[in-house]
């Protein structure tokens, strides 16, 4: 069983950057490929990034490629999300995610807002 708590959603004003966090358990978090996805009220949940267990496959969705980064710490068992230059359609909850042995496992989800 793998348990992810995210954290660091807020409200920003548009333009403004906001840095996501997902702190994982287990010893094998290195093994683990991680992403972020995200959900709009009545929408279906949708990929934002991913990163491979190894770091080096990493992909984004069109609707935020050149704005958000992916990446992690293995030392940490976290991963990461930069978002800058965000925008009023960014305004969902951002769910954290990890691909182990097979399962797929979700933290409980973290509101951002973008508002002026």
């Known amino acids: 069983q793998v348990q992810l708590v995210e954290s660091g959603g807020g409200l920003v004003q548009p333009g403004e950057s906001l840095r996501l966090s997902c702190a994982a358990s287990g010893s094998n978090f290195r093994n683990y490929a991680m992403g972020w996805h995200r959900q709009a009220p009545g929408k279906q949940r949708e990929l934002v990034a991913r990163?491979?267990?190894?770091?080096?496959?990493?992909k984004y969705a069109d609707s935020v490629k050149g704005r958000f980064t992916i990446s992690r710490d293995n030392a940490k068992n976290t991963v990461y999300l930069q978002m800058n230059n965000m925008k009023p359609e960014d305004t969902v909850v951002y769910y954290c995610?990890?691909?182990?042995?097979?399962?797929?496992?979700w933290g409980q989800g973290t509101q951002v807002t973008v508002s002026s």
């Open positions: 990163i491979s267990s190894g770091g080096t496959i990493i």
């Open positions: 995610n990890a691909i182990f042995g097979g399962e797929d496992y």
